[in-house]
């Protein structure tokens, strides 16, 4: 395909809300089909993306990201080739869109872990292959279907249930609370004052709202998570997060009361479920006796990752 050709739209994945309502829950819908026909027969994929080939970069480090893209799509019948920017950034060798344009001409979806949101929006406007967010500063939208996946498993509908996200409103914050936004149910931020979600973001997540009838709530109040269907927590330091030392000791002493012990479970009440997209730092952002006890679904949801993105690499593909 020459430059001069007309422009195509291509459909990116760079947050939840490029997917919409019905994407959302088509893509659950598919997500659900696909792993059903894979755990009767492992080969009943290999037809879907056969000759495909999905290209996978990563600014940080990453074990559930890689591992489920790489191969999912190999059960898809389709490849991944794996490259390590964790020592070069994007943008350093050669400018971002010469990258894209390489890329495009051999592969057919880019998915990128960069450690600024603005890498990504810059890959997706220079690229003609479907860009799909791996993880950035600012949004996690594969983790995000892969929870709601997750949740409806466990019987929590999405568009119905309540989700306390507890800690630090960071990337994988912002990307659940803007899919509760869309498809409707509850999310409750509930963080100190000062790690509250991105004001932008949560003003956005407010006006979604008003479309699907969910109820988005920010709190500092502990005691908000009672009746929860699911409390979910994240690491209080994100990859790329500073690591000044006098900085890290405070935060973790802001973060301290928002730590989901048995007694936080307790609030929450029997009916919670506990969420974590991994890796969790144990006896951090949460304790042993929940992680390990029986309202912890947590590998479900790194399982649900593959699931969750098998039907996103389908569906990007279908019409191509
Ligand atoms: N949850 C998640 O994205 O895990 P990795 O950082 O291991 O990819
Ligand atoms: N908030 C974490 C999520 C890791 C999957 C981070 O950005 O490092």
Known sequence: MS??????????????????????????????????????????GLERLAGRSLVMLFEKPSLRTRVSFEIGIGKLGGQAVHLDHRTERLGVRESIGDYARNLERWTDVVVARVFEHRTLEELARTSRVPVVNALSDRFHPCQALADLLTLADHGRAPGECTIAYVGEGNNVCHSLMESVAIVGGRFLAVTPPSFRPDPGIERECRRLAEASGAEIVCSDEVSAIAGADAIYTDTWFSMGDSADPAGVRDKRRVLEPYRVDAELMRIAGPQALFMHCLPAHRGEEVLDEVIDGPASVVFDQAENRMHAQNALLVRLLRDR
């Open 3 to 44: 430059l001069s050709a007309p422009a195509v739209i291509t459909p990116h994945l760079l947050r939840a809300t490029d997917l919409g309502r019905d994407g959302i829950l088509e893509l659950l819908a598919e997500a659900a089909e696909l792993r059903a026909a894979l755990q009767a027969d492992p080969r009943a």
